[in-house]
């Protein structure tokens, strides 16, 4: 749904207020399960420990007090669960039969020690380590189909005065789209309201949301995020890491681990092709360039052209064809001004919102009909539509420019020879008189 300004929906100086008004609640579904609350029982006694802190305080006390190593328990999705599990098996059976057991360094007396240890290795464990898992992500989708199909969804821009209803992919592509902010595609996150309250903390506090620095105020935050291209999330910290469906996908694989093995991937495959030219890939480590007509961002602007070309039959090296270096960074803030106008970039008709100008323009084939060079070729589009446009980066003028010899460029004309005897530099008769003879 398009955006709308809170004031829509303020009162009038003659309305009154006739009952006490509350926001509303949040939905239960929104709110990720704590999957370790409450107290739990010791596995091999009948000693009660808290979860709600965290595991450290189980997990010191039975290696000290029944010398058990549980391994991997990061993996273990819901660990009050497990704990549950293993407590009724060891009840039945003694503790070495599912158990392995290891010689460990004893940090209190520092002598070597036998400890009980399990772990996947026993095909029991890791049975009931999988289940948790697809448990877990049986929740996880359940949540992330209901936000999906979620139009009750209603929050104001974390950067700007607007303020959106409907569902919640409308908010995420203005991030994008309008204040090059992306926090992943929405069909990609999960529990979306408890994220956007935790970025609008962190943006509360005045910490830059890429190197988590405090400043004085919101401006110079502002600024700081602009000029040093830090808005953005911070991929180290891991508590954005439960909003993104990828780390619940696979056992113990998150995004981290996927992305490593695309980059060795990618390794692998460039080190079995030829080291030329053609295959240089641009470091994909700096700022990103948005697409011209959606959100869609790439540090590779090879990546974005092909996007451009596949997605919205837009060809950007054609587009640039005969222009100079000025008059494609005219050409550019025209587009990206009447994109943000959604405003169609060939015959000027006004659409609701960026998807029904998308279509009017693919189906209409205007995307590809660039408009009279009047209409763009003025001074007014020399100022970037948005000040952190990298696209604008990348235009450069054609090699064909530098080509020596060519056809279209101005012939060079030498000038005539000085005549000899013209030249005030031949002042000696005898010398004049020997140059002429021969």
């Known amino acids: 749904m398009a955006a709308s300004s809170p004031q829509a929906h303020g009162t009038t100086k003659h309305d009154s207020i006739l009952e006490v008004l509350a926001f509303p609640e949040e939905k239960a579904d929104q709110q990720i399960p ?3 609350s409450d107290c739990v029982g010791c596995m091999l006694c009948s000693l009660n420990l808290d979860l709600s802190q965290g595991k450290e305080e189980i997990l010191k006390h039975i290696q000290i007090e029944h010398k058990l190593i549980i391994a991997d328990v990061n993996l273990i999705c819901n660990f009050r669960e497990y704990i549950e599990y293993w407590k009724k098996r060891f ?32 095909e029991e464990d890791k049975q009931i380590r999988e289940y948790l898992q697809r448990k877990r992500l049986q929740v996880i989708l359940e949540a992330q189909q209901k936000e999906r199909i979620d139009t009750s969804f209603s929050r104001s821009c974390l950067f700007c005065s607007h303020y959106f209803e409907g569902n919640r992919a409308a908010l995420i592509d203005h991030m994008a789209f309008d204040h090059h902010f992306s926090i992943g595609k929405p069909d990609d996150l999960v529990f979306t309201k408890e994220f956007l309250d935790i970025i609008e903390e962190v943006l509360n506090s005045l910490k830059c949301l890429f190197c988590e620095r405090t400043f004085k105020d919101r401006p110079t935050l502002k600024e700081h995020m602009r000029k040093k291209s830090h808005k953005r999330l911070n991929p180290k910290n891991r508590l954005y890491d439960r909003f993104y469906v990828i780390n619940y996908l696979e056992l113990g694989r998150n995004w981290q681990v996927a992305q490593s093995e ?46 451009m070309t596949k997605q919205h039959n837009f060809d950007l090296d054609q587009m640039k064809e005969g222009l100079n270096f000025y008059h494609q960074v005219k050409l550019v803030n025209y587009i990206r001004r009447r994109i943000h106008q959604t405003s169609c970039i060939s015959c000027d008709q006004q659409c ?21 060079k009047t209409e763009w070729d003025q001074p007014q589009y020399f100022f970037p539509t948005y000040e952190n446009d990298n696209l604008l980066c990348a235009l450069d003028e054609d090699d064909d420019d530098d080509k020596i010899g060519d056809e279209s460029s101005t012939p060079i004309i030498a000038e005539d020879a000085p005549d000899a005897k013209d030249s005030i530099l031949l002042t000696d008769e005898a010398v004049l008189q020997d140059l002429q003879n021969t």
């Not at 279509?359 to 995307?367: L, N, Q, R, V």
């Open 262 to 307: 695309r980059e060795k991937d990618s390794r692998n495959n460039s080190d079995e092709e030829n080291d030329e030219w053609q295959d240089w890939e641009e470091d994909e480590t700096g700022a990103s360039a948005v697409c011209l007509f959606c959100s869609m961002s790439s540090p590779t602007v090879n990546k974005l052209k092909t996007h």
């Open 352 to 372: 609701d919102d960026i998807h029904s100008l998308l279509d009017h323009m693919t189906t209409t084939k205007h995307i590809k009909q660039l408009p009279n």
């Open 91 to 122: 009840a039945q059976e003694p503790l070495k039969e599912f158990c392995s057991t290891i010689r460990k360094e004893d940090s209190v007396t520092g002598q070597k020690r036998k400890y009980f240890l399990l772990s996947d290795a026993l």
């Open 34 to 36: 704590n999957e370790d």
